[in-house]
């Protein structure tokens, strides 16, 4: 019978999507209560958003720093446990920092960095820290993503040789055919964005998407960039040659031109006795092939699902899960690591999983940058 | 800036599906905190669930009259405002007249009551009460069903001429092959389900959904059920033939022994100008046809869906809607009702809807018990 | 090493698409060679369309009686040894009679004759005669709707409880909505199309496709139509339900006023094990489901498909099969009759699915006019 | 009123999956008559193939330099017009060298040589022979595929910014794990298949794909192999890195490793104010998208398709075209150039296409053996 986990929450006020997102998850398997936040830079926006969604006001800080300080001067059974980071991405790096630094727990939003080097930084201190760190990569979460990982693991493909994954997205269309938009809009501002916008915002969760359902790791990869306009100087569009073990092989494309698509991450995986095909928009349909049988649908909340897609499946059969299940489920896992309970690897992801991604990232731009080369990550 | 509205919980303890999702959509939207419950049947198992999902002990009760009684001395700005019916169908009556008698809300389960006489009780009482009544036909809170919805009273199909609706599931195989099994379920046991299992359970939704979307109401209709097994007095499937205004016809088919079926409840609405196809477990898809142009596939929070649809998306398009989402939407309508703010007709489900629901569920028994003859709806 | 089987053609000059359909169908497996025909009623265009794809045109009558009094005249070994029915169907049930009478094979569209009567009497004729009779339901010769044939034979579903078969087309509407053209066509004038519009169209494909995948007979069943318009006699959409078994039921839906729909043929048949769903539409795709396992889709051309199946697929898997091909695969098995080779069961309609045809239709026309009671079929 | 096109057919005997293609397609618009072939290597096999099919055997010849002399000793208006020639890769070249060289028109499977250079020799002769030439190159003949050139060269997308093409198949797997398969199969040897395995098969129709619809050339790319084993020197599997004009980039994804995937070629074209997606194995199905409106599904046979769609549509909406329907079109195209009627661009591949597919595999090769370098196309 465990006490709600008393969880602080740092950006993700106003209209704020993600903000919802977290919110929702953090509600849905009933292990969290919003204690303390910082949910908007405007201490008056802040405070009324906090009434708006009917949280307490008396944690509510005017800034980051005030909250650690005052939080820290709560008796230990009152503080807030664990910090979800949802503020724009330069900040994630100072404030996970700091909320390691002071025995917090950490829920991030990723980019879990803007560097890889910052990332590093992190991977040290939490080792130190002994501290439960989760990045949310929210399409792990998906009962069905959790069962290809399994099924995998338990060898229902046999080696794997090839594997595809897509990210792509329409809606940056709007933005990047305009001279006056491209030209001002934070997201193609290196300074604020980081140094990637396409590779950096969506191809990591393809990437991403690919080390977790395999359990094999990139090891080197060849990028080209599509920067669209020549006054552009942040990818909009990349596709990435990728090897992972010798002669496995593949590719990952992003796009934020691919007119007309929506949120398409999806994923492919070949291997030697069968095959996944995976399509985020309609999250609740695996699709596993052999060269011999039919293919087979595999959906969620049935008895021949894994043990850790049934435990992200709060309904039965034919009760479409969505988004928010997605993101629940990854609260969930931290949750039960926060308690120190026991879990299972894949229940959420973890720095490591955020320290891949920054190595990805930057690899890709330097393929790119130095003329489509060959690049090895760590 | 709202103060959350105090939600009283009636059923839905222990591994209730049906639990979760009403908690979880009493969350979603900020509007609701639980403070008082009678989760089960047995107290001390009460008490242990709501410390299990962290609600206070202080206002979890015996029972349904002393939850009432207590309340009822609580000052009115503490006192539960609001109660979820989740208990079985024949105690949704009891409950729901004496919460509407003593100056309650009221969210219930469907069916709303198990007699449709009880049905039309309850409106007069409603009538009188001036309370909100919402009946969790949960589906019609899909932003797509409510983008259908505010299409056709826009006159995007013309008049309509034919509606076809499904809802085919095939758990009760299991049981109904199984003698022992088949006698024993309480489903399919008269006195405790109700006089239908298959029309009553499932049926009714398709019901619902037709009158939902298209506006129009179902006029007369002629019904035969399949028992599959002479000693087996209770429907697991059936198909109704309806007629709604003059020449205007259509059917709903109902099953329990559809093989493989999980969930599926779907529509088809054909009219003059064009038609709409949705399927429940592709919640976010919404197919437009017409006789001379390509088909259209309408997809949520997109800026040419309708404000309704709109009001119930909460991410941008692409990211998928589930089970929550839809009645997360019906509890957020509830919630504008109960405070007394504007809301938009057909955000939640109301009495009324229940009471047609009971209409139909009697229909159908009499017009297959008398032989398969056309029986006219109220 | 076979000669190739001389094939007559009554009827299908000029853009008849049924004419194309059937004359490709008899190219595809290298079986038969037009030799005579009637294409078209004027002898001048008949001539001229003969010369247009280039069947020589010496056999080219001026009529259907010439052409039998001069064909006759021929040595047998040159003589059409089959004639091929794709007149209106008033025309239908003399041309078959004097075939028959007069020793030819027969390959008629569907429906066979325009009454059951004349049906019984082909029958007759056919048992004394020892000629081969083919009805065109092409929709059998798909290879997927033979594979659910052999499987439902091979006790792949179990013994099954449930159908339902809809075939949903919309192009009727332009006609049925103008007061001018709906009492102008011959479609709706029972004097040219018979005693039924929709269902004898249409319906009846879906009537025939429930027996040939099934096995099973229809016992019973009670029809209600629409005629959209009182002016209007000839039913544009109807459903009927089905007994087959005991406890065996079912649903045919058919109509004409489905808006948008386009050739919507449809089957799901449940039984205790499994359950098959195959659309006309995607005829490459077979559904197999079952409660407990993950859904499977059977593709053409794989081992796991049966020898029926197997036989009617001509390239290997993913490559797509159309229309022409199963009407090809239907003239293939007759081309097997009728040089009195082996051939299975299902290869093609015989005259007993045009006589069970008729039956059907003229069940539900009874059903209908008689207040929706139940009629039971021979 | 025109004569059937008199049609010579080298290899095709047998079993021959191509050859029975080509046999249908040239049927199916009634314009050629195989009048004169060399089926196989083998007079026997190759006079009993001919009595199989009923073509008459006088002009069945032991060689195919035998057809080419004694086909020119009969008159003009005797003489086979068009050869197809279906024989193993290596042979396209010479065949068609002495075709042209003797005043015959060609039809030609792909690809139409194994050498670039062999390409550009038969491209000078085609120049002034006058005769017509045309490269199977199938998919382009499916009315979906057409609708999609010409809703381009229209501008419905706009201008083209990312082109996504892919080819995945999985029986190569059987073979490639299989040490002695793989070093024993023609397919694995270059001297015998030439320098390419999966981009000379496959990839080069994703190829022809994109610019058939896109209406644009590829100008470099960049390609990286897999060859799964050290003992293996042939591609199975292979992406490659394009790019169009400035800023139009893409890619090409070809696998015959991809296990479970049957003849998945598919297209993705992204353009300023639209995209299209195709895939192959549901060719009636063209999705075309846009950022703000909703997903629109074309399908053949209405009257909002282009003329060259239609042209290729025999049958009303709603009734499947298949593979031979593809083919089917490009010999009506080729029949209609062999007869000097008009016909449209697009209606059949031409020699050009041929060329173009030659440079292309030839630098796939180039930049994959070079260390995966962007190899520029003429």
């Known amino acids: 019978m465990p006490k709600k986990i008393r969880l602080g929450i740092l950006g993700g006020g106003g209209d704020s999507l993600i903000g919802v997102l977290h919110r929702v998850a953090s509600f849905i398997n009933d292990n969290y209560e919003i204690v303390g936040a910082v949910f908007n830079p405007n201490y008056e926006d802040n405070v009324n958003f906090a009434k708006e969604i009917d949280v307490p006001t008396n944690r509510i800080y005017k800034d980051f720093d005030a909250l650690v300080e005052e939080e820290l001067k709560l008796p230990e059974d009152e503080r807030i446990q664990v910090c979800s980071i949802l ?66 693991k338990a060898g229902a493909l046999g080696k794997i040789h090839k594997v595809d994954a897509r990210y792509y997205q329409g809606w940056i269309n709007a933005i990047i055919h305009d001279k006056e938009k491209r030209s001002s809009v934070w997201r193609l501002d290196p300074k604020k964005a980081g140094i990637s916008s396409c590779m950096g915002d969506i191809g990591v969760h393809a990437f991403n998407m690919i080390e977790f359902t395999t359990g ?91 043990e850790l897609s049934l435990d992200g499946t709060k309904l039965p059969p034919g009760h479409p899960e969505g988004i928010f299940d997605a993101m629940a489920n990854i609260y969930l896992g931290a949750a039960r690591a926060i308690r120190g309970e026991k879990y299972n690897d894949g229940e959420f992801p973890t720095m490591l999983d955020g320290v891949r991604g920054l190595n990805f990232i930057e690899s890709t731009v330097a393929s790119h940058k130095q003329g489509n080369v060959w690049v090895d990550m760590e």
Chains 1, 2, 3, 4 share one sequence.
């Not at 939003?109 to 040290?124: F, G, R, S, V």
């Not at 130190?128 to 792990?140: E, L, Q, R």
């Not at 349909?285 to 008895?303: C, N, R, W």
């Open 87 to 152: 503020t724009p991405n330069f900040l994630h790096f100072p404030m996970a920092k700091k909320l390691l630094e002071n025995g917090f727990h950490v829920i991030c939003e990723k980019p879990m960095t803007t560097t890889y080097e910052e990332a590093k930084i992190l991977q040290d201190l939490l080792a130190k820290s002994g501290k439960v760190f989760a990045v949310t990569h929210t399409y792990t979460g998906y009962p069905m993503v959790r069962q290809m990982r399994e099924m995998i």
């Open 216 to 306: 094999l790791q990139i090891k080197s990869l060849l990028c080209d960039f599509n920067y669209m306009y020549d006054d552009n100087v942040m990818d909009v569009d990349g596709t990435v040659l990728i090897r992972m073990d010798k002669n496995v092989k593949g590719v990952i494309r992003a796009s934020q031109v691919a007119t007309g698509e929506e949120n398409g991450l999806a994923i492919a995986i070949y291997g030697e006795k069968g095959a996944f095909r995976w399509e985020q928009e309609k999250p609740n349909f695996l699709y596993k092939m052999s060269d011999t049988e039919p293919v087979q649908i595999y959906k969620p909340g049935h008895a021949y699902n894994s």
